[in-house]
């Protein structure tokens, strides 16, 4: 039986919408496939935030290991897709508890109808840290959201952030769940080797089990 696959990576492009102040997405071509040249060659600069992505710790921790060096198997294997899209600030316990059961150790939250793709809004919704120390304790080992960050746009502290590093947890933001039902999946969000960048995009993709 062929499994079904689902494209949960919003499109990259200069529309692309970034947190104020960071890098947008920008090419240009070194290279024009012509009479004297044999291939099309861009240059390509962005943050790494850019897209569908996964932070390092290094992000919000000096100290803290880059995107390169992290191990892989958070970002590979069984998740569950849980809907939150009741249009709060934050995620909270009680959003997540019933949907809990038998959980496997990746979590993504789609928080909205249809994923801002195409222009910044800071009117999103993110988790409550005691959301993501609770879901720690039963185990999991990587979340993610629909969402910029997991932490409010206006936030100074990043709260959330500091949670999933005292707890040694992964994350992915910026994903598209727009047509994901809730339930389960095998999730494939692999992180490119940067040995020092703070991030990387992310191509992910959820394939049906079974």
Sequence with gaps: MTKR?????????????????????????????G????????EITMSPHVGAHADAPLHYDANGPAIGTVKLEPFLGVCRVIHAMHGRSLITIA????????????????TAWQAVSD?????????????????????????GIDTPSIDPASSKTLDSHQTILRHDIRVL??????????????????????????????????????
């Design 95 to 110: 959003d997540l508890r019933p949907f809990l059961a038998d959980m496997p150790p990746r979590i993504l939250v789609r």
């Design 119 to 143: 222009r910044w809004s800071d009117d999103f919704s993110a988790y409550e840290p005691e959301t993501i120390a609770f879901l720690a304790e039963k185990g999991v080992m990587l979340i």
């Design 173 to 210: 933001e910026n994903l598209v769940l727009d047509d994901v039902p809730a339930g389960d999946y095998e999730l494939i969000a692999l992180p490119l080797a940067f040995i020092e960048a703070d991030a990387s995009p992310v191509r992910a993709v959820l394939r049906s089990l079974g």
């Design 35 to 42: 009479p004297n040249c044999p291939v099309n060659v861009s």
């Design 5 to 33: 696959l689902w494209d949960i990576s919003p499109p990259v492009s200069t529309r692309s919408p970034v947190f104020p102040g960071d890098t947008p997405y920008g090419q240009q071509w070194r290279c024009i496939l």
